[in-house]
T-cell receptor
């Protein structure tokens, strides 16, 4: 029943490692997003895909690479993890086009030791 | 110009009282202003949204007031309940294919019984 699901919910790893977060939506939406929420709860867009095509690519280190195998999935791979990458990462989806309501997953809390 | 400023950072209201959260923006190209509610451990969820062609929108106990000339909008929660205790984010976006949301910094609301 979950509309936007992310795995894993928690991710604890060492600095320098590579990790992936997976996201799937069953809402039939064409557009998916990745957001980063920092320790002060500030939410910032990282990437957005529309029907597997990258449409938003904010100023994010190129250690972060999104991949969309199909329009229902958007994964986030992070190379060479750094302490500053510790945050909660949210996946979201929406219908295509501007000013559409976005539906968020429950987040993946990434902690770098 | 892409910022959305939100205040207060935190708010304590007695049960039954009115909670008011304010936001201001600079970019006049913004034309969609949603509010999101986030409970601990969960993703943000759309609460209510307004477009600048109306000055007020009400859904149950939640009302958005919009002042286009002042470039300000606010969320009013009437008859606040302990279950409303959460973090509230205002946001803004503009028409276009990307549906990019710019979030405010969030307000932590605590409703005391």
């Amino acid at each position: 029943d979950t509309a936007v699901s992310q795995t894993p919910k928690y991710l604890v790893t060492q600095m320098g490692n590579d990790k992936s977060i997976k996201c799937e939506q069953n809402l039939g939406h064409d557009t998916m997003y990745w957001y980063k929420q920092d320790s002060k709860k500030f939410l910032k867009i990282m990437f957005s895909y529309n029907n597997k095509e990258l449409i938003i690519n904010e100023t994010v280190p190129n250690r972060f690479s999104p991949k969309s195998p199909d329009k229902a999935h958007l994964n986030l791979h992070i190379n060479s993890l750094e302490l500053g990458d510790s945050a909660v990462y949210f996946c979201a989806s929406s219908p295509a086009g501007g000013n559409q309501p976005q539906h968020f997953g429950d987040g993946t809390r990434l902690s770098i030791l | 110009q892409q910022q959305v400023k939100q205040s207060p950072q935190s708010l304590i209201v007695q049960k039954g009282g009115i909670s008011i959260i304010n936001c201001a923006y600079e970019n006049t190209a913004f034309d969609y202003f949603p509010w999101y509610q986030q409970f601990p451990g969960k993703g943000p969820a759309l609460l209510i949204a307004i477009r600048p062609d109306v000055s007020e929108k009400k859904e149950g106990r939640f009302t958005i007031s919009f002042n286009k000339s002042a470039k300000q909008f606010s969320l009013h929660i009437m008859d606040s309940q302990p279950g409303d205790s959460a973090t509230y984010f205002c946001a803004a976006s503009m028409s276009g294919a990307t549906n990019k949301l710019i979030f405010g910094t969030g307000t932590l609301l605590a409703v005391q019984p």
